[in-house]
């Protein structure tokens, strides 16, 4: 495990994909996937959308990962 990926877990970020993103807290890493608790989706020309329960990503569809200043999580 990369170094950044410790010490995202459990901080708010965004998690870019090539037509979309999501912003939330990064709750896990499991595997391949990503677990977002708490998060919006974010694209362009919209507001941000609340989600329901998890949001869970692939890695491999992230293009770039934001790690958000003050981004504590709960």
Known sequence: MFAWRRTAVRK???V???????RGI???QR???LVLRDAE???AGRAPQPVDGEVVVERTRVEFTQV???GGGG
Do not use: Q, S, T
């Open 16 to 22: 870019n994909l090539a037509d979309r993103a999501f």
């Open 12 to 14: 708010r970020v965004v």
């Open 68 to 70: 958000l200043a003050g």
């Open 31 to 33: 595997g391949p996937l």
């Open 26 to 28: 990064l709750w896990a």
């Open 41 to 43: 989706l974010l694209e």
